[in-house]
């Protein structure tokens, strides 16, 4: 028998090659089939204004088919326009790409900060926990969307504000914090200033010191966020009125309120929203269990981090409990805050060796045996027996679901970082056979397929949307980046020669040959393209 110093050492180094496997399969998981499924809308808003941005060489005022567009300012259809120029290619693959360059900078922030007060393996499994999390893991690191990015930047500037407060060193705390901030707004907004808002107050009450919201370090921090984004408001005010900005900015942030849904929805939007978090958080918010202990209190004062942490979870995620129209994606700066406490409370419950620990230990295990087995799914289903390699690819993911699942058995000090390989293994899965039958039974296909070709058929033309017809954004992506031509609306003195995109319930009795037609996602409507007569 190896004696307890080897041991700890073997298990150190075990530990290093799951970190190796983990950090290993993150290529092939997040990466495999990442362009296939069509945009959505959101998508195809930040990338059809990012595209509308490089036709027109105006950076500075966005626009939607060719009309201000005033919902987000750009800073995130820059990053994303910069990937374009960068991969000399506009398409789903290349749009995603800075959600995954922000997903792994998130992840590389949240080891760096933990890593301040834990060992590797915690600070490791802080870091995985938000990679591996349902919502991530199988829906929001698939799609080109802001809020990864939006929410990396929010939870910088958490971490900032406590770890330059224990450096006492008020100048870095408010004059980071507020450049993040800032930043943070140049991508969504107000939201930015209510994060920012809400964790200061939260944090200088609980250290009751509220007197520094008075200070001169806070007024200077406060001046450099207004510099930065008057400064950007200003140059945008050379190419068009703000009179529109800023009011659709408060809209965008307040239209998911009971303001606008009314006191009953909210009232039930109270009840429901921690279980849909729940959800979709699995399968590390399961370890909200660990609550449920008389001493809990007690337990997540002992330490300052977790406290802090766990503190402006709840401070901030008020405003979402009682928003009504609430997205998970809106809620991912959360999630490694809450995610650090559930870790926290985790080895606490295993050390005692409690019930709850060992009744969560054994779910954990039937639902790595549950996926394990349903692996060999796919030589069996028809929906996959057109895909290459069947086999291969199949019997590949099996093995390793199997191995990993023994391990699990094997190693109990391994559990959890066994389920981040388990799980990333299985995203591998996921791309291979889930996605190919998703993208072939998805109608948003037909919408993508329809808009190449009018958009191939139409290229060079005259092209342009009839009066009031309104055109879903995917579908107008598709056409705009067939035609690398913007894609405006028509209300008056009407071309003979031109094409037009027309709403045929909106305008029944227009007269005009129909040369064409696209099919739009939502209500699977039907536009037709004519010339008019």
Known sequence: MPDSRSHNIYNQRFSKWLFLAAIILLAPALLINLGLLTFIDDEAIRSLVALEMKLSGNYITPTLNGEFYYN????????????????????EFTARIPTLVCLLGYAATIFYYF??????????????????????????????????????VIFTSFMVIYHQYQKQNSWALFLISYLLTALAFLMKGLPAVVFQGFT????FIYQ??????????HIIGGLLFILIVSGYYLIYNEYNSLSNVFTTLFSESSKRTVVNFGIWKTILHLFTFPFEMIYHFLP????????????????????????????????????????????????LMHAPLIFSVYI???????????????????????????IMLGSFAPLFMAQTQGISHLYLKSLSISAALVFLVSLYWKLPNERLTLMVVFLLVFRIGFNWFVLPDRNANDFGDVCRQTSREVGQKFAGQKLYLYKETKLQTTNSFYITNERKEILRNQVENFDSNAVYIIDPDLYPNLNYEKLAEIKLRHDTLTFDIGRLK
Request: with cysteine.
């Open 208 to 217: 009751k010191q509220v007197r520094k919201l008075f200070s001169i370090q």
């Open 344 to 370: 926290y409370l985790h080895y606490i419950h295993k050390k005692e060796n409690s019930f709850t620990f060992k009744i969560l230990d054994k779910i954990y295990f039937g639902v790595l045996l549950i």
């Open 284 to 331: 590390w918010a399961l370890m909200i269990v660990y609550f449920i202990r008389k001493d809990i209190v007690k337990l997540i004062l002992q330490d300052k981090f977790i406290t802090y942490n766990l503190l402006i979870f709840i401070a901030n995620l008020l405003v979402y409990w009682t928003s009504v129209e609430v997205y998970p994606r809106y809620l």
């Open 115 to 152: 890593k301040k007060h834990y060992d590797t393996k915690i600070a490791f499994l802080n870091a995985f926990f938000l990679i591996t999390c349902g919502r991530i893991l199988f829906y929001d690191s698939m799609l080109g969307l802001i809020d990864i990015g939006f929410s990396w």
């Open 200 to 203: 200061l107050l939260a944090f």
């Open 72 to 91: 987000k300012p750009p800073l995130y259809n820059w990053f994303i326009l910069l990937f374009f120029n960068i991969m000399s290619n506009i398409s």
